[in-house]
């Protein structure tokens, strides 16, 4: 019975579209992630000068402190809209896929 009901969900167009959009998704959200990752750690291997540079005149915080908080923040902001993408519009789908299966 369960082999007939990964047939027919496998089968279905919305499954395939499914995994599809999800895969791509997915793959989009990590090549950005890994772009502010690896561009963030070849300044700080090919740049050190600007990263250490003070934000301000008298200041000490330098522009590496903004920049390193940023990358924390991108990851968390890039989570959150997978996130949320997941819970409505895949979880959405993949529940017409099994109603549709049963």
Same mark, same amino acid.
């Given at each position: 019975m369960h082999n007939d009901t990964y047939e027919k969900i496998?089968? !279905?167009?919305? @499954?395939q579209q499914l995994v599809s959009t999800r895969n791509s998704y997915g793959w989009i959200m990590t090549i950005l992630m890994l772009i502010v990752y690896y561009g963030f750690i070849a300044l700080v291997?090919? !740049?050190?000068?600007?990263l250490a540079a003070p934000l301000g005149s008298t200041g000490v915080t330098t *522009?590496?402190?903004? $920049?390193? *908080?940023? *990358?924390? &923040?991108?990851? $968390?902001? %890039?989570?959150? $809209? @997978? *996130?949320?993408?997941? !819970?409505? #519009?895949?979880?959405? &789908?993949? #529940? +017409? %896929?099994? +109603? #549709?299966?049963?």
């Amino acid at each position: 019975m369960h082999n007939d009901t990964y047939e027919k969900i496998r089968a !279905n167009p919305k @499954y395939q579209q499914l995994v599809s959009t999800r895969n791509s998704y997915g793959w989009i959200m990590t090549i950005l992630m890994l772009i502010v990752y690896y561009g963030f750690i070849a300044l700080v291997a090919f !740049n050190k000068a600007f990263l250490a540079a003070p934000l301000g005149s008298t200041g000490v915080t330098t *522009v590496g402190i903004p $920049i390193g *908080v940023g *990358v924390i &923040l991108f990851t $968390i902001i %890039i989570t959150g $809209i @997978y *996130v949320r993408r997941a !819970n409505t #519009e895949f979880d959405a &789908l993949k #529940e +017409q %896929i099994i +109603q #549709e299966a049963k």
